[in-house]
């Protein structure tokens, strides 16, 4: 999101001299690294939401930008699978809601017509979404980087350089002091804490969810030809395990979503006492819990129990074995959480003094990404009088 943003400013105002701090050693190597890699087509999304409309013009100049540079990507389609007969209703309301957004080619289609798909699937019924893809996200943020910096030799994209303080003027970090006229910040699992250091008051809070994916083993990635999902259930905040197959090659299945005792912790005992405790003494915390408390400790019990996690994925392949799947990397979501426990779905960028802060970023993001650096560079225009 930082990249794409600072690349739309710097293909538009080329002698602005733009620096972008990332701390750790190499890009893309939280959240947009460990997605699922999935092009996303815009199906899910309110009409009319921020979501759905940068989701669709953004994965428009994603695949652009990647024919154009060579990053590796395909748009093979997935399907969105119903087993039983209250989630093929739902997939009836999903396809007229992707058309609504914009989306092409929907078809629902019958046991006999999606198994020439995917051959190994059962269900009742399933949605063909054939703009869905899958993309090497890592590569396009490598790539942004390289442009940004090939448009202006001033600009700098600097790695291993964490950001210990700023002000109106002043950016601090573990490289030296670096003098600004303003700040983009896209800080992800920690888009709060910056917000609250610029003295923005919030009604939200971020809640790190650990999202923990297994693999198909080599034997049965035959299993799996392109994307599989289940249709998401309404009253949870999260799509369901999936079966993605990866731009290497590697067929994915996951994942699950478990509170996470850590912002960026990835092993299932990875712990911070400041993390834990922010989380924790948050009321909207506890309103997520208690709304959805059930689903909550189902995920729980899938996180440590291989067998549990097979069994949700056989919902979809009755003939996966335990041999079949190898545990695999893991991510961690920055989910938004309102005061109420409600999540906060859509897009949330706010402007503040000199600044402007990308408060909320969830998924499709990354699709997402040139679209919605694009309104931030909009923005950043009239909001910092470039």
């Known amino acids: 999101m930082g990249l794409a943003t600072a690349y739309q400013i710097q293909r538009e105002f080329s002698t602005l001299n733009i620096v972008v701090f990332e701390k750790e050693k190499e890009l893309a190597f ?8 999935v ?32 990053i590796k990507y395909e748009v093979c389609g997935k399907l969105v699978v119903a087993i039983n007969s209250l989630e093929a209703k739902r997939l009836e309301d ?40 899958i993309i090497d996200y ?35 970090t573990t490289k030296g ?44 990635k035959s299993k799996i030809n392109n994307l599989v999902y289940p249709v998401p259930n309404p009253e949870f ?39 834990t405790l922010e989380a924790l003494g948050f009321v909207g915390t506890w309103r997520l819990f208690i709304n959805h408390w059930k689903f909550g400790l189902n995920e729980y019990k899938r996180a440590f129990s291989k067998s549990l996690f097979l069994k949700e994925l056989q919902k979809m392949i009755p003939t996966l074995k335990m041999e079949d799947i190898v545990e695999g990397r893991s991510g961690v979501r920055a989910m938004a959480l309102g005061s109420d426990g409600e999540v906060i779905d859509d897009f949330k960028i706010i402007k503040n003094k000199k600044n402007i802060h990308v ?4 998924s499709p993001a990354a699709t997402a990404c040139f679209a919605i650096g694009k309104q931030i560079m909009e923005e950043a225009e009239s909001h910092f009088n470039l």
Not at 42 to 70: M, P, Q, T, W
Not at 103 to 109: A, I, K, Q, S, T
Not at 251 to 269: D, H, L, Q, S
Request: hydrophobic share 35%; charged share 25%; proline share 3%.
């Open 94 to 133: 999903l396809k007229d809601n992707g058309e609504k957004n914009g989306l092409l080619g929907l078809e629902l289609l019958n046991p006999d017509e999606f198994k020439k798909i995917e051959p190994n699937i059962v269900g009742l019924k399933a949605l063909w979404v054939p703009e869905a893809g």
């Open 359 to 362: 408060l909320n970023a969830p």
């Open 237 to 275: 905040p999260f799509l369901g395990v999936h079966f993605t197959r990866m731009s290497n090659g590697d067929i994915e299945c996951g994942p699950n979503a478990v509170f996470t005792f850590k912002r960026e912790g990835y092993n299932k005992t990875d712990f911070s006492l400041r993390d």
């Open 39 to 70: 092009i996303h087509s815009g199906l899910y999304y309110k009409n009319g939401s921020l979501k759905a409309k940068n989701c669709v013009d953004g994965r428009k100049e994603l695949i652009s930008f990647s024919k154009e540079h060579n």
């Open 177 to 220: 002091e670096f003098n600004v006229k303003h700040i983009i910040f896209c800080g992800g699992l920690f888009a709060d804490r910056l917000a609250i250091k610029d003295n923005v008051k919030l009604d939200m809070q971020i809640v790190g969810f650990r999202g923990d994916y297994y693999e198909l083993a080599e034997h049965a």
């Open 30 to 37: 939280h959240q947009t690294g460990r997605n699922s890699g």
């Open 138 to 172: 890592k590569g396009i943020t490598n790539k942004l980087s390289e442009l940004l910096l090939s448009k202006n030799p001033n600009s700098k994209v600097m790695t291993d350089c964490e950001v210990l303080d700023y002000n109106d003027v002043n950016i601090s």
